[in-house]
């Protein structure tokens, strides 16, 4: 059982560089959710969706785009990276309906924005 | 109005002891409180949630105590063992913006 699945694990983008940020799951839920991790800041939503078809805005959504396809699929894009981008970003699933609960969390992809 | 206030930001506890660690809100219309465990270099794991028509909730050694006139809620974990060395994140759900928040985290080491 793979469950949320991240790629890649590390990347180093230069100023201004672009990157896609992949998530797979393969529990059927319809909830995904992209979180970025800072030292003592918690996580902060960056975008969520609850199904194909249907995103919204999180907390902090500036400087992404985030699409979503397929059930299973919830890439996360940087355009123009910046410094201020360098964090751990977390994507996750839920399997019940009323959203937010129950979150499966992916192993994280490390991001330095130089 | 949307934060969640976790205290203290680290924690030392030895091997038997009882660590605790508290979370405080604002916004009466949060209607799900979950605690997240997260290992070094994992994705945070749900531990243990509770709902605001029960003070307490205990999962093993993990209890949620809920005190909804305050506004507060804890982790209490029993008999604390080395393999609870972990960050730990309190979260709240709901209000306007029905959304998860976390906390800053909890840095727990337990020292065998």
């Known amino acids: 059982n793979a469950g949320v699945t991240q790629t890649p694990k590390f990347r180093i983008l230069k100023i201004g560089q672009s990157m896609t940020l992949q998530c797979a799951q393969d529990m059927n839920h319809n909830y995904m959710y992209w979180y970025r991790q800072d030292p003592g800041m918690g996580l902060k939503l960056i975008y969520y969706?609850?199904?194909?078809?249907?995103?919204d805005k999180g907390e902090v959504p500036n400087g992404y785009n985030v699409s979503r396809s397929t059930t299973e699929d919830f890439p996360l894009r940087l355009e123009l990276a910046a410094p201020s981008q360098t964090s751990v970003y977390f994507c996750?699933?839920?399997?019940?309906?009323?959203?937010?609960?129950?979150?499966?969390f992916g192993s994280g992809t490390q991001l330095s924005v130089l | 109005q949307q934060q969640v206030k976790q205290s203290p930001q680290s924690l030392i506890v030895q091997k038997g002891g009882i660590s605790i660690i508290n979370c405080a809100y604002e916004n009466t219309a949060f209607d799900y409180f979950p605690w997240y465990q997260q290992f070094p270099g994992k994705g945070p794991a749900l531990l243990i949630a509770?709902?605001?028509?029960?003070s307490e909730k205990k999962e093993g050694r993990f209890t949620i105590s809920f005190n909804k006139s305050a506004k507060q809620f804890s982790l209490h974990i029993m008999d604390s063992q080395p393999g609870d060395s972990a960050t730990y994140f309190c979260a709240a759900r709901g209000g306007a913006t029905n959304k998860l928040i976390f906390g800053t985290g909890t840095l727990l080491a337990v020292q065998p």
């Open positions: 509770i709902r605001p028509d029960v």
């Open positions: 969706s609850v199904g194909a078809g249907i995103t």
């Open positions: 996750a699933s839920s399997p019940v309906t009323g959203g937010f609960e129950k979150l499966f």
